[in-house]
């Protein structure tokens, strides 16, 4: 376990990152609202407070009028005009989780109709069935498809929401509605979703964004566990490929940890701590055929991930909370709704 200075530390490396305008960028140079939105998160955890209000005016500035993003801006330029929805929902994460380890209204207050209209575009592309497809490209056209993982993350967001607008007393119901829609077709429609399945997030996300917890999410996990895990090393970003990486390795951390799976959650993070430089940032990934960092990066959503992780194991700020305090509730479970729904069976010997 790392301790709170070399947390703060990994904090400082995305602080370090920070572009002047105030957006947090990937090692190729581009911006996008979800993983800044997760920069933000891990550097409030470390009470940099200066760079965090310059990431949020970042955010209120690049809002465009329908509540969306571009999904990659370079600058002020948006390089992809399209608006993803789980972009737009992570606006309400990263605002709840301020204000959780803040406790600062007044910001919260004055952020607030930014996150409005971010999660009203976001409601605006669920689909009768209760998934949110993926997109409103640069023309105003929906996608036809939506994402599991997006999707997964958009719950939470949801959900984000909802608490925001209770504390606020500024209720949304429409916001709870289209959150327990949206949990029951992650937990029991999967083919509501594009096939993502090589790619772990698909297989850990609906846990971690609270859509499937408890017995069922066990199983879940259960189901491809040796499939992605690589002991020692990490898990791997695809089933299909020799390379782990931190953030999804720290993702899943979060999702035990959310389960109350504290001693595989600590074994997970340790595991990764291989990827740490000694500036404290962290190295993306490692292709461990061939022993080597893979691409070859250190970037700031991986050190987020690390920091949000390590919150959460060790309780180092008042948002340490945010992924285990989230759920779906009982609307998310098949066997209570009695629909038609696609079952998997259960796992023998879940933990």
């Known amino acids: 376990m790392i301790s709170r200075a070399e947390v703060v530390r990994t904090a400082e490396s995305i602080a370090a990152i920070q572009q002047d305008d105030g957006g947090v960028?990937?090692?190729?140079?581009?911006?996008?609202?979800?993983?800044?939105?997760?920069?933000?998160?891990?550097?409030?955890?470390?009470?940099?407070?200066?760079?965090?209000?310059?990431?949020?005016?970042?955010?209120?500035?690049?809002q465009r009028p329908d509540g969306s993003w571009p999904m990659k801006l370079v600058g002020d330029v948006p390089t992809e005009p399209g608006g993803e929805s789980n972009h737009a929902a992570y606006a309400a994460v990263g605002l709840w989780h301020h204000h959780l380890v803040t406790g600062d209204r007044g910001f919260t207050e004055e952020s607030w109709p930014m996150v409005k209209a971010a999660l009203d575009y976001v409601s605006g592309l669920q689909?009768?069935?209760?998934?949110?497809?993926?997109?409103?490209?640069?023309h105003g056209r929906a996608a036809t498809y939506a994402l599991l993982t997006g999707c997964s993350s958009i719950h939470h967001g949801l959900r984000c929401g909802v608490l925001l607008a209770e504390r606020l007393k500024d209720p949304q119901p429409h916001w709870e509605l289209?959150?327990?829609?949206?949990?029951?077709?992650?937990?029991?429609?999967?083919?509501?979703?594009?096939?993502?399945?090589?790619?772990?997030?698909?297989?850990?996300?609906?846990?971690?964004?609270?859509?499937?917890r408890g017995r069922?999410?066990?199983?879940?996990?259960?189901?491809?566990?040796a499939t992605f895990v690589v002991p020692?090393?990490?898990?791997?970003?695809?089933?299909?490929?020799?390379?782990?990486?931190?953030?999804?390795?720290?993702e899943l951390v979060l999702a035990l940890d959310a389960l109350g799976d504290g001693?595989?959650?600590r074994a997970l993070f340790a595991d990764v701590q291989h990827l740490r430089h000694a500036d404290g940032s962290?190295?993306?990934?490692?292709?461990?055929?061939?022993?080597?960092?893979?691409?070859?990066?250190?970037?700031?959503?991986t050190a987020a991930a690390v920091v949000l992780a390590a919150d959460a194991l060790l309780g180092l700020s008042p948002g340490s909370g945010l992924f285990r305090d989230i759920e779906g509730g009982s609307v998310s479970d098949p066997e209570v709704c009695g629909c038609a729904a696609v079952r998997v069976p259960p796992v023998e010997d879940s933990p």
């Not at 937990?187 to 846990?207: G, L, T």
């Not at 022993?291 to 990066?297: A, G, I, L, Q, T």
């Open 127 to 138: 689909t009768e069935r209760g998934e949110v497809v993926w997109e409103r490209d640069a």
């Open 178 to 212: 289209a959150a327990d829609r949206l949990a029951h077709v992650l937990a029991a429609h999967p083919e509501a979703f594009a096939d993502k399945s090589r790619f772990s997030m698909d297989w850990y996300y609906p846990v971690l964004g609270g859509a499937v």
């Open 232 to 250: 020692g090393l990490g898990i791997r970003c695809v089933s299909d490929e020799p390379w782990v990486t931190g953030a999804e390795t720290c």
């Open 25 to 62: 960028p990937w090692p190729e140079g581009h911006v996008d609202a979800w993983n800044h939105v997760e920069c933000l998160m891990a550097m409030s955890v470390a009470g940099l407070t200066e760079p965090v209000r310059r990431g949020y005016a970042w955010l209120a500035r690049h």
């Open 282 to 301: 962290y190295w993306t990934g490692w292709q461990f055929a061939n022993r080597r960092h893979f691409p070859h990066e250190r970037s700031g959503y």
């Open 263 to 265: 001693e595989r959650a």
């Open 216 to 225: 069922r999410a066990y199983e879940l996990l259960e189901r491809e566990w």
